[in-house]
């Protein structure tokens, strides 16, 4: 299995470059320093941001900024509407190792993290501020068993739990 994480560093690629970085926050604030290597090192760049709102996504912040820096077009989602019926086999409880993920079906739409999830068929869904963090199910007849999530070359993989558990943990 390749790792891409090490000593606080996420290895990755990004649209044909390589990608380093490192993510950070705690009491109040968030950052995200990210370096773009290419093949021409006069055509490095590098990334930082700082955020002084605990809530802020600087991860989201600093690839919007390469994207624009790098020339690369925005990604349009188009989202098909699915019925609760439907999404109701995607709402469980996860386990990627460590604190436990939550999908919720709230109001007739799935959430994750609070944030309404766009469907766009074939089991992938996305954020509603965010194209480029994709959640994909894994299904075994009606019900989703793993989710996976993905953003720019790093991707979390999650199994769903037998039972599913209050999201207080």
Same mark, same amino acid.
């Given at each position: 299995k390749t790792l891409t994480y090490g000593y606080g560093l996420s290895v990755s690629s990004f649209h044909?470059?390589?990608?380093? +970085?490192?993510?950070?926050?705690?009491?109040? *604030?968030?950052?995200?320093?990210?370096?773009?290597? /290419?093949? /021409?090192? %006069?055509?490095?760049?590098?990334?930082?941001?700082?955020?002084? %709102?605990?809530?802020?996504?600087?991860?989201?912040?600093?690839?919007?900024i390469a994207r624009a820096a790098l020339g690369i077009p925005e990604k349009v989602i188009d989202e098909v509407e699915l019925q609760p019926g439907e999404l109701q086999q995607y709402a469980g409880t996860y386990d990627p190792g460590r604190s436990w993920i939550h999908v919720v079906l709230v109001? +007739?739409?799935?959430?994750? *993290?609070?944030?309404?999830?766009? %469907?766009?068929?074939?089991?992938?869904?996305?954020?509603?501020d965010d194209n480029y963090q994709s959640i994909t199910f894994e299904l075994e007849g009606d019900r989703a068993v793993a989710l996976r999530i993905e953003r720019e070359g790093q991707s979390t993989i999650a199994q769903r739990l037998a039972i599913d558990k209050p999201a207080t943990r």
């Open positions: 044909g470059r390589a990608k380093i +970085g490192h993510a950070g926050g705690i009491n109040g *604030f968030r950052s995200q320093i990210s370096w773009y290597l /290419d093949d /021409d090192p %006069a055509s490095d760049i590098a990334v930082v941001v700082l955020c002084n %709102a605990g809530s802020a996504n600087a991860g989201r912040l600093e690839s919007a109001d +007739g739409e799935l959430r994750l *993290f609070g944030q309404r999830l766009r %469907a766009t068929g074939n089991h992938v869904f996305y954020p509603e």
